[in-house]
């Protein structure tokens, strides 16, 4: 026989072996005991009873599945609304929902960035818009990360539409974008701001509003923003938020939105309620962000390396990715979930642990989380 058109893919799969850098599922039991700090459900709403009862009350109206992409059969009333409500909650003229907040992002860059356009992007970018910029017919210069003179020295070049693309603040670290100096460079050379809030809605600003409320850019002409429903709002999707006119471009022009199923009326109907539920409980996106700092400083002031969180997300150095490894492991042992950042997720090599904060965190489980972390460290 042959030799395999797979074998390829054994050789790299030996090679990741070797390296130790081998990924593999693990089903998430329903009844854990495990204190999560490694999900992203950081206001602690993805099983608010409101949040549940809503997906399972949109999945009786509306059926299992949107049953169509939104431009044929699956724009529902949910869809309508939730639309309505996060451009008013976040600020923004308009908003458009999609199945997720990788599909928002790769809309969001691929349709403002034409034929003759210049995408100038941040080192330390999301996948998704990296994937983005990769798909986009405009050309892409990435820039040293979270620095407004090297986007003003790409600007320099253009010649067509510009666009800056940048996290606002980034998965890894969970540190911030410079927004109001990025967005200070692209009035001087007339370029767009499109930022990606995935972890900055629910947490930033005030009462979860968001980075670009923070940084007092919301509802500006030029500037657009993705959001994911998944982190703070519990549920899944993604929306891309800005002018009204850019949202009816997208509608029209977005591969991700026209040729994608639309988001499931259950995840809308999720994603509403929890929307509804932080307008009702602001006081979610302070906590999130003060259980932040207390991880941080509890751990640093124990001698761990982090880096301060802006938002919900904290980062731990850790020695070696099998250092990491085998730390996430103990925590594990110990009845704490937490992430493990591991080459090639990390194009720096450096490991991490990453810890995400949550408002529903009582101090008690805090206290636990803190010395679980240091003792499995040891
Ligand atoms: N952007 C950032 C910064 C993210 O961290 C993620 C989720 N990992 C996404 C986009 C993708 O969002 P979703 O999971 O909704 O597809």
Same mark, same amino acid.
Request: charged share 20%; with cysteine; aromatic share 4%.
């Given at each position: 026989?042959?030799?395999?058109?797979?074998?390829?893919?054994?050789?790299?799969?030996?090679?990741?072996?070797?390296?130790?850098?081998?990924?593999?599922?693990?089903?998430?039991?329903?009844?854990?005991?495990?204190?999560?700090?490694?999900?992203?459900?950081?206001?602690?709403?993805?099983?608010?009873?409101?949040?549940?009862?809503?997906?399972?009350?949109?999945?009786?109206?509306?059926?299992?599945?949107?049953?169509?992409?939104?431009?044929?059969?699956?724009?529902?009333?949910?869809?309508?609304?939730?639309?309505?409500?996060?451009?008013?909650?976040?600020?923004?003229?308009?908003?458009?929902?999609?199945?997720?907040?990788?599909?928002?992002?790769?809309?969001?860059?691929?349709?403002?960035?034409?034929?003759?356009?210049?995408?100038?992007?941040?080192?330390?970018?999301?996948?998704?818009?990296?994937?983005?910029?990769?798909?986009?017919?405009?050309?892409?210069?990435?820039?040293?990360?979270?620095?407004?003179?090297?986007?003003?020295?790409?600007?320099?070049?253009?010649?067509?539409?510009?666009?800056?693309?940048?996290?606002?603040?980034?998965?890894?670290?969970?540190?911030?974008?410079?927004?109001?100096?990025?967005?200070?460079?692209?009035?001087?050379?007339?370029?767009?701001?499109?930022?990606?809030?995935?972890?900055?809605?629910?947490?930033?600003?005030?009462?979860?509003?968001?980075?670009?409320?923070?940084?007092?850019?919301?509802?500006?002409?030029?500037?657009?923003?993705?959001?994911?429903?998944?982190?703070?709002?519990?549920?899944?999707?993604?929306?891309?938020?800005?002018?009204?006119?850019?949202?009816?471009?997208?509608?029209? =022009? &977005? +591969?991700?939105?026209?040729?994608? @199923?639309? *988001?499931?009326?259950?995840?809308?109907? /999720?994603? $509403?309620? !929890?929307? %509804?539920?932080?307008?009702?409980?602001?006081?979610? =996106? &302070? +906590?999130?962000?003060?259980?932040? @700092?207390? *991880?941080?400083?509890?751990?640093?002031? /124990?001698? $761990?390396? !982090?880096? %301060?969180?802006?938002?919900?997300?904290?980062?731990?150095? &850790?020695?070696?990715?099998?250092?990491?490894?085998?730390?996430?492991?103990?925590?594990?042992? /110990?009845? $704490?979930?937490?992430?493990?950042?591991?080459?090639?997720?990390?194009?720096?090599?450096?490991?991490?642990?990453?810890?995400?904060?949550?408002?529903?965190?009582?101090?008690?489980?805090?206290?636990?989380?803190?010395?679980?972390?240091?003792?499995?460290?040891?």
């Amino acid at each position: 026989m042959a030799q395999s058109p797979f074998e390829w893919i054994d050789e790299q799969a030996r090679a990741r072996r070797r390296a130790g850098l081998v990924r593999t599922l693990r089903p998430r039991p329903a009844d854990s005991a495990l204190l999560d700090l490694a999900g992203n459900d950081y206001l602690g709403l993805a099983r608010h009873p409101e949040v549940t009862e809503a997906a399972a009350r949109a999945a009786r109206t509306w059926g299992g599945g949107a049953t169509g992409s939104r431009l044929v059969s699956g724009s529902t009333e949910l869809h309508a609304e939730l639309e309505r409500e996060l451009a008013g909650f976040c600020g923004f003229e308009s908003a458009l929902v999609f199945s997720s907040g990788y599909a928002a992002n790769l809309a969001a860059v691929t349709t403002l960035a034409p034929h003759g356009s210049l995408i100038v992007s941040d080192a330390g970018n999301h996948a998704s818009l990296i994937d983005g910029c990769r798909l986009a017919r405009g050309t892409t210069q990435v820039v040293a990360h979270a620095d407004p003179d090297a986007v003003r020295k790409a600007l320099h070049t253009r010649t067509g539409p510009a666009l800056v693309v940048s996290d606002t603040v980034f998965s890894v670290d969970g540190d911030a974008a410079p927004l109001a100096d990025l967005a200070a460079a692209c009035r001087e050379f007339g370029a767009a701001l499109v930022t990606d809030d995935a972890h900055g809605l629910g947490v930033l600003g005030d009462g979860g509003r968001g980075a670009l409320w923070a940084a007092g850019l919301a509802g500006a002409p030029d500037v657009v923003t993705t959001v994911t429903l998944s982190k703070s709002l519990g549920s899944q999707g993604g929306a891309v938020l800005g002018p009204a006119h850019v949202i009816d471009h997208l509608v029209n =022009a &977005a +591969r991700t939105f026209i040729f994608d @199923t639309g *988001l499931a009326p259950a995840s809308a109907g /999720a994603a $509403l309620a !929890a929307l %509804r539920l932080l307008r009702r409980e602001p006081e979610r =996106a &302070a +906590r999130a962000r003060a259980v932040a @700092t207390a *991880l941080y400083e509890r751990l640093t002031a /124990a001698g $761990l390396e !982090a880096v %301060r969180p802006h938002a919900a997300v904290v980062s731990v150095r &850790a020695p070696s990715p099998e250092q990491a490894l085998r730390w996430a492991a103990d925590c594990r042992e /110990a009845g $704490l979930a937490v992430g493990c950042f591991r080459p090639p997720s990390v194009p720096d090599g450096i490991s991490r642990l990453r810890l995400t904060a949550r408002a529903d965190l009582t101090d008690g489980q805090l206290d636990r989380a803190v010395r679980v972390i240091i003792e499995a460290r040891r």
